[in-house]
């Protein structure tokens, strides 16, 4: 299977997830609309996702992938297999102590991000619903452990598709659940723990028949001289040793999001609402683009580094960047002058008002000043992680840390919780930047020709789109059509399938060849 195909199927099994959760979000909003007990879920559900942002799918993953692919590329399947059971062993007894770890100390991981909801009422909340939640990094991160698996082998097809079934569990709870919570006299909202925590367990579960299709279904060692001979083996101390600087790297983004969240808890009720939302609409061009390219390139770069195939490596980056660019860069204008009418469109039901609306819609053209960049990064950073590189991505991620919160220092007394995103949306624009330099530096990437007129066709293509979005947000009403969904829904659909057709159409008359881009 090409690249193409492959970053085409995770992108579609992608869309499928984010499509699912988007309905997820909706009904979320419409039923329990914003107030202090939103932003404590919120709170309480970024808390296990950043936990295994940073540890599952973070410096766990940038270790290991690059670590298997080349133990699979020189030692072949026996050899790799070996490595699974010693990781898999360790990864498992690790997770088990950090999750009664994580239900001890919820009052004060909840404290230390959003100490704000001890004033709007929602502080107890969220540490119920953090111990209930927190046993989600497990399944997740051995989910991370599979995923990095059948990716190596280029099995996607599970891995994208997994994230489907926690939407529809929390769909169900939202509907089922509810209800059934309401009646018995407890607070609806709790439901959403219990749907979590299926939805988590569905997600193992769907991983193991196809680990297991492959003979690589980690045996985990319970006896105390199996857990010893994974310490001691020399590649498994090698993730080990490259997961130290990529923890640091990772973190850098996820303490920006936990002083993002703490700060927002300061500011007004369902700023933290307002801003998860606003995540959830700019995660769809950010996943789609971004992480479906970076793990179907990653264990490619990683193989191609094992073989000493240095054209092929920066051959691969320069196709990733340009279809970064071809399929971002629309977005983020969209993201930038077109944001009321998608959220109007997406959100604006049930208990979910006007204001709110403009305060999601504001904090989402935040993020798209920096779409660009927080795509290009799952490329620019897998060049580094492909070559065990772990240091350079994790001092740029330092300073990228430092330049949000100053940023944050400048912006958020005038934007409040638009501030933020916008922060974050231009630290990454930076970041992204110096991994482009450093690749350079390194000479692991080098541009092919053709990259100034492909820019100046993009860019002709995105404002011609452009004037098309601008014209539709101020000339429809997006809020007062509430009253007639079925005809904003039909204005929106309308309006994104022109801007498409007008984008591409550009760029086929100024002789961009889109099926360039599906040979690699």
Known sequence: MSLFKSASTVSLLTLASRVTGLIRDVLFSSIFGVNALTDAYYVAFRIPNLFRRVLGEGAFSQAFVPVLAACKTEHGDEGAKQLIDHVGTLLSWTLLVLCVAGVVAAPLMVWAMASGLQKSGGFDAAVVMTRWMFPYIGFMSLVALAGGILNTWRKFVVPAASPVLLNLALISSIVIGA??????????????????????????????????????????????????????????????????????????????????????????????TWITNADRLMEFPSAMLGVALGVVLMPQ?????????????????????????????????????????????????????????????????GYGTGLLGIVSIKVLAAGFYARHDMRTPMRISLATLA???????????????????????????????????????????????????????????????????VWANGHFDWIALREHRLVRIG???AVIAGAGVLYFGVLALSGLKLRSFMRR
């Open 179 to 272: 209800p059934l919570f309401e009646r018995w006299g407890i607070q609806p909202i709790y439901a959403q723990c219990i749907g979590v925590m299926v939805g988590g367990m569905l997600q193992l579960g769907l991983q193991i028949p196809a680990l297991r299709s492959l003979g690589m279904l980690p045996h985990v060692g319970l006896r105390l001289a199996a857990i010893r001979a994974a310490w001691t083996d020399p590649t498994t101390r090698k993730i080990l040793q490259l997961m130290l600087p990529a923890l640091i790297g990772v973190s850098g983004a996820q303490i920006s999001l936990l002083i993002n969240t703490q700060i927002a808890s300061h500011l007004a009720a369902g700023s933290v």
């Open 301 to 365: 770069l990683a193989g191609a580094r094992a073989a000493k195939d240095e054209l092929r490596f920066s051959a691969m980056l320069d196709w990733g960047l340009r279809l970064i660019v071809l399929l971002s860069v629309p977005c983020a204008l969209a993201l930038l002058v077109f944001a009321k009418p998608l959220v109007a469109v997406l959100f604006h039901n049930g208990a979910f008002d006007d204001a709110s609306v403009l305060r999601t819609a504001d904090a989402l053209a």
């Open 403 to 469: 330049l949000t919160q100053l940023l944050n220092i400048a912006l958020v007394p005038y934007l409040q919780h638009a501030g933020l995103t916008l922060s974050i949306g231009l630290a990454q624009l930076v970041n992204a930047t110096l991994l482009l330099i450093g690749l350079r530096r390194m000479g692991s990437y080098k541009p092919e020709p053709g990259w100034w007129r492909f820019i100046a066709q993009v860019a002709a293509a995105t404002m011609v789109m452009g004037v098309l979005l």
């Open 491 to 493: 204005l929106l659909a």
